[in-house]
């Protein structure tokens, strides 16, 4: 049986498919060939990430797919209960990825907190002709240390965040609907391990009580920040979205930033992907990423295994 990974797939993913007896093509066909290539070479398995939509027409089209993946946790761009109203296994690795983006919140977060993404443009030009005067433009940073994260979204990478939050001194609350208390486990390098019991709050308590926000919430119709909760947050704070575009309202944003309430934030997800807002790339008070939350090497390994072993269950 044959296997598209049409967004990529890691090696170790690869390694493990084919030892099942799997053929792994890592070609990437354009989509609007995907129907004609599925069908001409009998595809049974399509591996997807973010880059490649899964909709009805695909799947009423394409006789011979069985399974359809998607190599991290939101399923947005696959008609995930069509295709399985059609008889197809809808995956994902809703696990594999939350470390990795945890950490990206994280670099962002330390990143703002000393101006290191202002910093890190103006040295290289001005750095021998006005060190001082940098120094004194970058000189009222913020410790994370004693802070408060409030954590918008408290499912698996929510509660990663929350640890990387916890490890660094921070005190964490979160909302989520869904969830009414969570215990998160550290785990340290010498098998020591440390058990924090944090009960949800209301999202307005949340926002009003963060020194710092993260949002980890799936795509959804309304925006989850909009005016109304920017007005209830705390001046200054900082904010950061590695969710999914649109679950910010950028124009109120920016607002947000002009009139002081945010002091800096971080977007590594666009409302407007592949081709976020110009006025968005040029905020000097905006840390950007171009969606690579989940692109390390190791989650992507995770991924790639995590895939191959529900494939091999399924149909092995």
């Known amino acids: ?38 069908n001409e070479n009998e595809i049974s398995v399509l591996l997807v990430r973010s880059a490649t939509t899964v909709r009805k027409d695909l ?20 008609d995930v209960e069509y295709a399985r109203g059609k008889g197809l296994k809808v995956i994902n690795t809703p696990a594999a990825s939350s470390h990795s983006v945890a950490e990206l919140v994280f670099g962002h977060f330390y990143g703002l907190a000393r101006f290191l993404h202002n910093s890190n443009r103006d040295m290289p030009l001005e750095g021998d002709s006005n060190f001082k005067g940098l120094k004194k433009a970058y000189a009222k940073g913020t410790e994370l ?23 660094a001194g921070m005190k964490v609350v979160a909302f989520d609907p869904f969830i009414e208390k969570v ?41 989850v920040i909009d005016e109304a909760e920017f007005n209830i947050m705390k001046d200054g704070v900082i904010l950061a979205n590695a969710a999914r575009g649109g679950v910010i309202n950028e124009v109120a944003l920016v ?9 800096r934030a971080a977007l590594d997800v ?4 592949p081709k976020p807002e110009m006025q968005l790339l040029m905020n000097p008070s905006l840390s950007l990423t171009p ?16 895939l191959a072993e529900q494939i091999i269950n399924i149909l092995g």
């Open 1 to 38: 049986m044959k296997v598209l990974a049409n967004d990529g797939i890691s090696k170790s993913g690869i390694e493990a498919l084919e030892k099942g007896g799997f053929e792994v093509i890592t070609t990437t066909v354009a989509q609007e060939q995907l129907i004609n290539y599925i």
């Open 59 to 78: 799947i009423d089209a394409c006789p011979s797919l069985k399974i359809i993946g998607r190599g991290g946790v939101g399923m947005d761009n696959i």
């Open 145 to 167: 240390k004693g802070k408060t994260l409030g954590v918008l979204g408290f499912g698996r990478i929510g509660q990663a965040t929350a640890k990387v939050a916890l490890g």
């Open 183 to 223: 215990n998160l486990e550290l785990d340290f390098f010498d098998g020591q391990k440390v058990s924090f019991e944090i009960e949800t709050i209301s999202k307005e308590d949340v926002l009003k009580q963060a020194d710092f926000i993260t949002l980890h919430v799936p795509a959804q119709k309304d925006y």
């Open 255 to 263: 607002k947000a930033i002009e009139n002081g309430k945010v002091s």
């Open 270 to 273: 666009f409302e407007n992907e």
């Open 291 to 306: 969606h690579t939350g989940a692109a390390t090497n190791e989650a992507q390994d995770r991924i790639g295994t995590e």
